[in-house]
């Protein structure tokens, strides 16, 4: 039997690669679901409060097939959103965004919007905690950031700098989350070390 380039065999059945790195935790669940489970599991341990923002929109029309189902076919966004999460830790006001790129080198900067990097600025001048949970899927990892070093990094970008948050700087700067069963993504152990509190 003849095996081609492509890996495809004479059979038109492709080779099994050998030696695949493959990651079996946290499929089929994305950050924020893993935020909100890890919020739940800290609200009833009475660990901390901390919640979703709901994005504010505006309905406009709503379609009724059925009494009992209403359909939304026309919204449009009040303001923009700030960031996803606050909430309250150990008596300390906490604000953050939760990023996630299949990039391994760094996290682009588009995936942030001027109207969060100026509310991040707000709450850190108010002397509140403002940090991003940011995730690096093909890597399976996941970091608490601090957001004083993002604004910096997005003021040095805004002058022409680089357009992106490297993943050298969050591993090094940040504080990487360890994975739990309950909790699948326990990031307060991460967030009480980077901010002591």
């Known amino acids: 039997?003849?095996?081609?380039?492509?890996?495809?065999?004479?059979?038109?059945?492709?080779?099994k690669k050998k030696n695949q790195n493959?990651?079996?935790?946290?499929?089929?669940?994305g950050l924020e679901e893993m935020i909100n489970q890890a919020n739940d599991y800290y609200l009833v341990n009475h660990q901390a409060v901390i919640h979703k923002k709901p994005t504010p929109i505006t309905v406009v029309h709503v379609d009724?097939?059925?009494?009992?189902?209403?359909?939304?076919?026309?919204?449009?966004?009040?303001?923009?959103?700030t960031t996803d999460y606050n909430g309250v830790v150990s008596g300390k006001y906490i604000d953050f965004d939760?990023?996630?790129t299949k990039n391994k080198t760094n996290m682009p900067l588009k995936n942030f919007h001027q109207h969060q990097?100026?509310?991040?600025?707000?709450?850190l001048e108010n002397g509140g905690i403002g940090f991003l949970v940011l995730g690096f899927t093909t890597l399976s990892e996941y970091y608490i950031f601090p957001a004083s070093l993002l604004i910096k990094?997005?003021?040095?970008?805004?002058?022409?700098?680089?357009?992106?948050?490297p993943y050298k700087i969050v591993s090094k700067q940040g504080i990487k989350i360890n994975?739990?069963?309950?909790?699948?993504?326990?990031?307060?152990?991460?967030?009480?070390k980077l901010f002591n509190i």
Do not use: F
């Open 1 to 15: 039997m003849v095996n081609y380039p492509s890996g495809v065999r004479a059979g038109g059945y492709p080779q």
């Open 22 to 29: 493959i990651r079996y935790g946290k499929r089929g669940m």
């Open 64 to 81: 009724y097939p059925d009494r009992s189902m209403a359909k939304i076919t026309e919204a449009y966004y009040v303001q923009p959103s």
């Open 98 to 100: 939760a990023k996630e």
């Open 117 to 123: 990097i100026t509310h991040l600025k707000n709450v």
């Open 153 to 165: 990094i997005w003021d040095k970008a805004k002058a022409g700098g680089e357009k992106s948050l």
């Open 179 to 192: 994975s739990k069963m309950i909790p699948s993504l326990d990031y307060l152990p991460a967030l009480k």
